[in-house]
T-cell receptor, first 113, second 110 residues
């Protein structure tokens, strides 16, 4: 099936540890996005990439890093510098075309141990 | 960053009732999108609107792109229990970056 796969579904982080969230898509989309969702709030953009080997900071990039070495993959690393990492993380991708909408994966819930 | 004001924040309705929610922005968007999110899952696209004034339906859902390009509404007619969830509006610029509203939590009582 075509789609966006996020893994793992649940992830626990110890203090001072970096963790990496996976996002893979087989939709042949050029653009990919990472969002953070906190309870009672909308989605906030962390990083986005419009093409392989290029990415830009979103509104809340501090404490996060990304890479885009392959078109189908856009992993997000939550570093130890992110002091409040507990949240629901969503990955999205978007096809070519000016008005193509974003489609989302099923998310990863990250918690602090 | 950009802000979208989505209202109401929550709604409690009886099965069979109609629902209306809306979003307003201080900025102009090229596209308005409406998503629904079930607990523990990612948002699913319901309706996409591409032109000012456009009115689009998807089953019991109807959405409109405001004439000023700064607002949009979503109506759900004859609600059913599976309509329960969080509904988000999002404004999109031409290069794909989205700004989201805070969401409307919908509860439907049988």
């Amino acid at each position: 099936d075509g789609g966006i796969t996020q893994s793992p579904k649940y992830l626990f982080r110890k203090e001072g540890q970096n963790v990496t969230l996976s996002c893979e898509q087989n939709l042949n989309h050029d653009a990919m996005y990472w969002y953070r969702q906190d309870p009672g709030q909308g989605l906030r953009l962390i990083y986005y990439s419009q093409i392989v080997n290029d990415f830009q900071k979103g509104d809340i990039a501090e404490g996060y890093s990304v890479s885009r070495e392959k078109k189908e993959s856009f992993p997000l690393t939550v570093t130890s510098a992110q002091k409040n990492p507990t949240a629901f993380y969503l990955c999205a991708s978007r096809g070519q075309g000016v008005n193509q909408p974003q489609h989302f994966g099923d998310g990863t819930r990250l918690s602090i141990l | 960053g950009q802000q979208l004001n989505q209202s109401p924040q929550s709604m409690f309705i009886q099965e069979g009732e109609d629902v209306s929610m809306n979003c307003t922005s201080s900025s102009i968007f090229n596209t308005w999108l409406w998503y629904k999110q079930d607990p523990g899952e990612g948002p699913v696209l319901l309706i996409a609107l591409y032109k000012a004034g456009e009115l689009t339906s998807n089953g019991r859902l109807t959405a409109q792109f405001g004439i000023t390009r700064k607002d949009s509404f979503l109506n759900i007619s004859a609600s059913i229990p599976s309509d329960v969830g969080i509904y988000f509006c999002a404004g999109q610029y031409s290069y794909g970056k989205l700004t989201f509203g805070q969401g409307t939590i919908l509860t439907v009582h049988p």
